[in-house]
């Protein structure tokens, strides 16, 4: 499961834009996660302050 | 709640806002939707822009910059530094803005042209008849809103919807993204004058770091590094160690993080009824990730060809053909020679660029733009650039 760690995201859409599934969807300050996500981790390495996951 | 009009401009940057304000000032009824509640904010910029063009398009208000910079100096990873002059070499700086003033000025100017504006409105996806998009579905705070328009601009910055939406992939691929931090710093140590870039692979691996004064000891602070190039927070982390080396004594009012295309010109960006504009379109300089001024330069063709595809009644992609080749002829051709630039850049060890910026030192740059320093770069140092050598004549 993708988690968003809410403490740490800054709100800035870059993962939104790198996420293949087109999975993400930034609500002003939430980050929304679909069910289509397919846990690939490529959202995870571009996080600039680290605040998303992939967790068995 | 339901309305009706010629266009919708998905996104109040300043690409949405350009956008809907030649179409406004060219008599189309224009709704532009911002999902955030306040304009311009959170900032995701360094706020550089370059003085010429940005006055060709807008006058601006005193309010809207920060400062003016006379210049900008390059540091080698080995510390050794080379200056260029504003009124020639960096097109990409002359004024640091104020994004959150200047985003909201523009939103006005689109409004005061007869656009209506609405905030902590987001789009959520596109109305469809006969599989033609007509319009866009929308929440309005947190309440349903229809929209009925025959054309539908995408300009919904880097974390755009829109271009998917409607058929056009825009899914940047780690290397063609750059992560970026930056912190709002105060500290005597700042040249208010100069625009700094920073190279070196340690200091951001396949980037740059930079300083963007604001007036008073006040600069942005920060990064950038290539996707492909990070890991969980490392721009973040980084910028913390660029902080300590190079600003140890600065005081951080401000944080902002963000991902800035940097993938050169995509294949479309038209569909049936739809126009993409700005960062959605992924009309950044992929070499210094500038793109406040291709957006609002996109926007103004987007305006100008949405009125007269709206005349002809012609909303297909061959209608809207006029937008891809106006803004493919001037922004795309710098892109993809920016492009190419940037792959060669992120390749280039410590070395190299200690190098190439120390064959500079004792020559006579400070008149040049980049194409002249280039081409003496390339005389000076022609193993090294071997590749590039049809992009300098
Ligand atoms: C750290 C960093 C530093 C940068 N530094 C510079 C610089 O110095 N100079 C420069 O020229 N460029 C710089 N850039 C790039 C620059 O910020 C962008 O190119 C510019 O903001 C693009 O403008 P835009 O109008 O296309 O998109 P944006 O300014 O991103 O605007 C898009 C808008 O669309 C809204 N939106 C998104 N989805 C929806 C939806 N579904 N419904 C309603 N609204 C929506 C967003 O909230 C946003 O307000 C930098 C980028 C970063 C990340
Ligand atoms: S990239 Fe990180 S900080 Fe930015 S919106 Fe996504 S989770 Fe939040
Ligand atoms: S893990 Fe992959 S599919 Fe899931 S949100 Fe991140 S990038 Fe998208």
Redesign the interface.
């Known amino acids: 499961m993708l988690t968003v760690n809410r403490y740490k995201c800054?709100?800035?859409?870059?993962?939104?834009?790198?996420?293949?599934a087109?999975a993400?969807?930034?609500?002003?300050t939430w980050l929304e996660v679909s069910a289509d996500c397919k846990e690939c981790g490529?959202c995870?390495?571009?996080?600039?302050?680290?605040a998303?996951?992939v967790r068995a | 709640m339901s309305m009706k009009c010629d266009v919708v401009v998905v996104g109040a940057g300043p690409g949405g806002s350009m956008t809907a304000k030649t179409a406004a000032a060219a008599g189309l009824k224009v709704v532009m939707l911002e999902k955030r509640q306040e304009i311009g904010d959170p900032v995701r910029c360094a706020e550089g822009v370059g003085k010429r063009v940005f006055c060709q398009m807008v006058k601006p208000e005193p309010d809207w910059i920060a400062t003016e910079v006379k210049g900008a100096r390059i540091y080698a990873p080995d510390g050794s530094s080379i200056v260029m002059s504003e009124d020639k070499g960096g097109s990409e700086v002359g004024y640091v803005l104020e994004r959150k003033v200047f985003d909201r000025g523009l939103a006005m100017e689109a409004a005061r042209a007869g656009a209506k504006v609405l905030v902590k409105t987001r789009a959520l996806g596109l109305r469809m008849k006969d599989g033609v998009p007509c319009g866009v579905s929308a929440l309005r705070i947190g309440e349903p809103l229809q929209i009925e328009a025959p054309l539908i601009i995408g300009a919904d910055g880097v974390e755009s919807k829109v271009g998917r939406w409607a058929g056009i992939d825009t899914t940047l691929p780690l290397k063609d993204i750059e992560i970026c931090a930056q912190f709002l710093v105060s500290d005597p140590k700042i040249d208010d004058q100069y625009t700094e870039f920073f190279l070196g692979n340690t200091i951001a691996p396949a980037g740059y770091a930079w300083s963007f004064p604001k007036g008073e000891k006040l600069a942005n602070v920060g990064l950038g590094i290539l996707g492909s190039r990070s890991k969980p927070g490392e721009a973040t982390r980084l910028l913390c160690a660029f902080m300590k080396s190079h600003f140890p004594n600065g005081k951080v009012v401000e944080m902002v993080v963000g991902g800035d295309p940097c993938s050169g010109p995509i294949e479309s960006t038209t569909a049936d009824g739809v126009m993409l504009v700005g960062d959605a379109a992924r009309q950044t300089d992929p070499l210094t990730g500038g793109g406040i001024l291709n957006a609002m330069q996109a926007g103004i063709i987007a305006g100008e060809v949405a009125a007269k595809a709206l005349a002809a009644g012609d909303l297909s992609k061959a209608g809207l053909k006029e937008y891809e080749d106006r803004w493919r002829a001037d922004i795309g051709r710098h892109q993809a020679r920016s492009y190419e630039f940037k792959e060669f850049f992120v390749k280039l060890s410590d070395k190299d660029l200690n190098q190439l910026i120390g064959s500079l030192s004792k020559e006579d740059i400070s008149k040049m733009d980049l194409r002249g320093m280039l081409r003496v770069l390339f005389k000076l140092n022609p193993k090294l650039l071997w590749e590039l050598r049809h992009l300098v004549v």
Do not use: F, N, R
């Not at chain 1, 800054?10 to 293949?20: I, L, N, T």
């Not at chain 1, 995870?44 to 680290?50: D, F, R, S």
């Open positions: 800054c709100y800035c859409g870059a993962c939104v834009g790198v996420c293949p087109a993400l969807e930034l609500v002003e490529i995870t390495k571009i996080c600039p302050v680290g998303l996951e």
